[in-house]
């Protein structure tokens, strides 16, 4: 009994907070039009129901990009996948050989999303079309497998914001996870990763343009052109690990972690473990001053960094830059910049950390990973 009503659980939960919100919104849009206090602006009494009213919806309305490498098809590739399928399906082009649905939710709804590798656009299109036909009527197979996925998903974008469905989804999640089995992380290589692995290692990033255009001419390879682009950094990633070399802050296309994390899901790193990664984020997420070493940059690079977090922040002056002594995935380094900062009689905590998340998103526009400090002189 438990099996066949697990799936229904989310999508009563959500509806019920959709009509408990409608109801909200009904009573407060009532009173904007018969309260006396907005009487003489008809436009406060349009405005002020808007903003409540969206706000309301903002906190119950799951949303979620996945957490994927793909590209929104070219126009010629969209028209050529609708030809193929005869039906207009959402796609993105993967940097792979293989076909995945994925499902972003929409209310008590999916709406779904095909990741069809970029290999896959230069067979048959006949072939191509029972593949996707295939694949899309397979995904229903495990259908608690699919929903406890849905449920990580929503789960993953509502971490660092307020949300009302919150601690329900944690508890959801963990009821979900005792009726689902165990992921299977083994890795299958095949010709086309053999191919890919081959070229991070010789340091062409041109994988995809050169793998498709000999194969198919018209189509797709504006698509792998944008996916060399995009993947560059994950590439010089994928060359640090297959040949074990530690990148330095000098190199020019410095990756960031998370492009060790898009790794991972290609599966063209055997020795690239779930697990290994996982280790190696809460290793640099709990990283602290007393595992650090002073590294030296040279003037281009210091003046670089210091214009670019002190123009954002006048308040603040860099004083040095550390790297993180690593047990995991120590070819990609993680470096910390300490920022100094006087101190008022008006300063408080929640204004230096306010300081230290303001500069941590103007340095996660530089190449690779930095964690910004801020202390008092």
Not at 31 to 43: A, H, I, V
Not at 180 to 203: A, C, G, H
Request: charged share 20%.
């Amino acid at each position: 009994m438990k099996f066949s009503i697990a799936p229904f659980i989310g999508r009563i939960y959500i509806l019920l907070c959709a009509i408990v919100a409608t109801i909200i919104s009904v009573l407060i849009i009532y009173q904007c039009y018969n309260s006396k206090l907005f009487s003489d602006s008809p436009l406060l009494k349009l405005i002020i129901p808007i903003i409540i009213i969206t706000g309301l919806y903002g906190l119950i309305l799951p949303t979620q990009v996945p957490h994927k490498i793909g590209i929104t098809p070219d126009p010629i590739t969209q028209k050529y996948l609708d030809v193929t399928t005869k039906k207009k399906l959402k796609y993105r082009i993967a940097p792979n050989d293989k076909i995945e649905v994925y499902e972003i939710p929409r209310l008590i709804w999916r709406q779904k999303v095909i990741y069809i590798g970029i290999a896959l656009l230069t067979i048959d299109q006949c072939n191509l079309a029972n593949i996707i036909t295939n694949t899309l009527e397979s995904q229903s197979v495990n259908i608690l497998r699919q929903e406890l996925s849905f449920w990580q998903g929503v789960a993953s974008v509502t971490t660092n914001s307020f949300q009302l469905w919150k601690p329900f989804t944690k508890w959801y999640i963990q009821y979900l996870s005792k009726f689902v089995d165990s992921i299977d992380y083994s890795f299958e290589s095949n010709i086309f990763n053999s191919y890919i692995i081959n070229k991070i290692k010789n340091r062409e990033l041109d994988v995809f343009e050169d793998y498709v255009r000999p194969k198919n001419k018209s189509i797709a390879t504006l698509c792998a052109r944008q996916l060399d682009k995009s993947c560059a950094y994950m590439w010089t990633a994928a060359y640090a690990l297959l040949t074990d070399t530690e990148l330095s802050v000098k190199e020019k296309q410095l990756p960031k972690y998370q492009d060790v994390c898009q790794l991972a899901n290609l599966s063209i790193i055997e020795d690239l473990s779930p697990q290994k990664v996982i280790n190696g984020l809460n290793e640099r997420l709990n990283s602290n001053l007393s595992n650090t070493e002073l590294i030296q940059l040279d003037k281009d690079q210091s003046e670089q960094i210091c214009s670019h977090i002190v123009k954002n922040c006048p308040l603040v002056e860099v004083v040095e830059v550390t790297k993180v002594k690593l047990q995991w995935v120590t070819q990609i380094p993680s470096f910390i910049i300490i920022c100094r900062k006087r101190k008022s009689i008006v300063d408080l905590n929640e204004h230096t950390k306010l300081i230290e998340k303001q500069l941590q998103s103007v340095a996660n526009n530089l190449d690779g990973d930095w964690t910004i400090l801020v202390v008092y002189k």
